[in-house]
């Protein structure tokens, strides 16, 4: 919490000095600034960005409802905290129903009070980068469709912009869902080879006879089928790109005539008496180990050097895990372009969660994943709740299944015990339900009974049965 600044407002000079003391020394790296006025108030809140303001309901030159109201309107993002007399509460009730997050009333105990100063800073600290984070993602990244400022991506794009001037081959290497296609999107478009189109072949996705043609044409009569004439891959990139996609799944024997082409920088069409001159640039993928596969003979070692003169690596997420919000963001505002729906905001808990979970699938993972939030989310918010329906429905899909060696009583083939696998998905839907409640409630245990039609004791012997801290969800209530 350090650099944040709180405002005290009341019109009792001895309360405000009492509390300057007293809080400086309980909340530490805070600047306490005080206000006997509601209207020097105003004008201190327009000059500074105060993360708290604590203030009295009830003033002289203008009430606490009336200053909130014009210090919402100024900073809709400071946390606000009302401070109120026994015979005002009322007051202060209507002032939460209209955005204050808290009020206490007076005389306070010096301890409650701080602890829900402490709990509001937080609060309005994870609003200010939940804030920045969306002003990061709707600006432009050093290098065009990336989205992180993690140091793994800022030296990836160093990276790519350095490559992009020359006419180097260049290998991008990295796990499925990294990204690596779009590397070499990057790299071309930032070439000056960039006014011709980047041309593409997925070569796992052409059948290993039809490839060659692919790569290097045909003319008519060159084999049954070959009714024309068929300009291949490399002359459609004559002075551009070309990219080998997943570059490790071409045959030994189609390996070899690449190596040729690159070499001389010839090609000679299927069914051709001639070769013709290409000037291509070649970028290429792989996920896999070719050093391994050059091993076991099943990828030629001249081919590899010639793909390799520099290799770009995109970084997997449990590296880049700090830009995790960030891409959450920037995936979440797609779907929602997408879907043609008005904004969605995602709470702090919600992106400190997906922080911490594991992504074999990388960024692909990660955004199928943000579309399904998005989709069955039925509010202007995603919270805890949401993700817990999204994972129980994960759960329920994969409850079915499960591999043999981990069931009772032997091969029962691939499935669950009826009861196991009712258990496991009727667990999965009470606690993503009972946690869509307190989402709803703002951890109201007594209003949440009454909203699932049941007694307060039943839900709280739901949540110690599920380990759920109600107090968790205050902040989203």
């Known amino acids: ?72 309107q100024i900073d809709p993002h400071a946390t606000i905290i009302m401070m109120t007399a026994y015979g005002s509460i009322e007051m202060a009730v209507k002032a939460i129903k209209n955005g204050a997050y808290d009020f206490i009333t007076k005389p306070f105990d010096i301890p409650a009070l701080v602890r829900l100063l402490k709990k509001g800073l937080e609060r309005s600290n994870l609003i200010r980068e939940n804030e920045s ?24 794009y160093e990276t790519i912009q350095s490559l992009a001037d020359t006419d180097y081959a260049v290998l991008i290497r990295g796990e499925s869902g990294t990204g690596k296609e779009l590397v070499a999107r990057a790299v071309h478009a930032l070439s000056g080879r960039s006014k011709r189109s980047l041309v593409t072949v997925n070569c796992p996705a052409i059948p290993e006879h039809l490839l060659e043609s692919e ?113 959450v963001h920037h995936l979440a505002r797609r779907v929602i372009d997408e879907l043609e729906m008005d904004p969605i905001h995602i709470s702090a808990p919600v992106l400190e969660n997906l922080m911490r979970r594991e992504w074999p699938g990388n960024v692909r993972q990660l955004q199928n994943f943000v579309r399904r939030l998005i989709v069955f989310s039925n509010g202007a918010e995603i919270g805890m709740a949401d993700l817990a329906v999204v994972d129980s429905q994960d759960m329920a899909e994969k409850s079915y299944e499960i591999p043999a060696k981990d069931m009772k009583g032997g091969d029962t083939g691939g499935i669950e015990q009826y009861t196991d696998a009712k258990n496991r998905v009727l667990n999965a839907f009470t606690e993503g339900y009972v946690k869509k409640i307190l989402e709803k409630t703002g951890g109201n245990i007594s209003h949440g009974a009454k909203l699932a039609g049941m007694s307060r004791v039943a839900l709280q012997k739901i949540l110690r049965r599920m380990d759920i801290d109600p107090e968790a969800f205050r902040e989203n209530g």
């Open 1 to 72: 919490m350090a650099g944040l600044q709180i405002l005290i407002v009341d019109d009792e000079k001895d309360m405000l000095k009492g509390l300057e003391r007293i809080l400086s020394y309980e909340l530490e790296n805070v600047d306490i600034t005080v206000s006997e006025s509601a209207y020097k108030a105003v004008e201190l809140i327009r000059q500074n960005r105060y993360a708290l303001i604590l203030m009295d309901v009830c003033m002289p030159e203008m009430d606490g409802s009336k200053l909130m109201q014009t210090a919402q």
């Open 133 to 156: 984070l969306k002003e990061k993602v709707s600006g432009k990244s050093p290098v065009r469709d990336f989205v992180g400022e993690s140091q793994p991506m800022q030296r990836l």
């Open 215 to 327: 790569l290097f044409g045909h003319r008519k009569g060159a084999f049954t089928g070959a009714l024309s004439d068929h300009k291949g891959l490399f002359e459609q990139a004559d002075g551009s790109s070309l990219l080998l996609d997943e570059i490790a799944e071409i045959s030994v024997p189609l390996q070899t005539k690449l190596l040729r082409a690159l070499q001389e920088q010839e090609i000679r069409p299927l069914g051709s008496a001639r070769t013709l001159t290409v000037n291509v640039r070649i970028l290429s993928t792989t996920n896999q180990n070719l050093e391994e596969k050059i091993r076991n003979k099943s990828f030629r070692e001249d081919l590899f050097y010639r793909l390799n003169v520099v290799t770009v690596a995109t970084p997997c997420l449990r590296e880049i895990t700090e830009d995790i919000p960030l891409l």
